[in-house]
């Protein structure tokens, strides 16, 4: 069975032919995973690389671990599964609330407030 390995703190030049050639020295390699920033499409400086066997796997990160390459020691260990991201919802988010207080205002007549003339009562708050 094919098992996932992460590979951290590589090289922002660090490129997937590169650690194909890498891990291949170790057995076969299923694929390779180099993670890019979604807004800039720069490498983010990790990566994961699936080998056809454990025994390939265990081999390559007992070898590659703490090696130096491109200049800098990468980080190789199994990978773990992702986080929960919370619950039935896939991708997390919505939740909240409103959190200050339930409507209303200060009611009544504000003829005679200090703020008269203002356009707007919370402008000086960071308006919400």
Do not use: C
């Not at 020295?25 to 993670?35: K, R």
């Not at 997390?92 to 356009?119: F, N, T, W």
């Amino acid at each position: 069975m094919a098992k996932k390995i992460y590979v951290g703190n590589m090289s922002y030049d660090t490129t997937e032919s590169a650690l194909r050639e890498l891990f291949a020295a170790h057995g076969e390699v299923v694929s390779v995973s180099v993670v890019t920033d979604r807004d800039t499409g720069r490498p983010r400086g990790f990566a994961f690389v699936e080998m056809a066997t454990d025994a390939a796997a265990n081999a390559a990160i007992a070898a590659l671990d703490g090696q130096s390459v491109d200049g800098r020691t990468l980080k190789v260990n199994e990978a773990r599964p992702p986080a929960s991201r919370g619950g039935d919802r896939p991708y997390g988010g919505g939740g909240g609330g409103a959190g200050r207080g339930a409507g209303g205002g200060r009611g009544g007549d504000r003829r005679g407030s200090s703020d008269r003339g203002r356009r707007n009562d919370r402008s000086d708050r960071g308006g919400w």
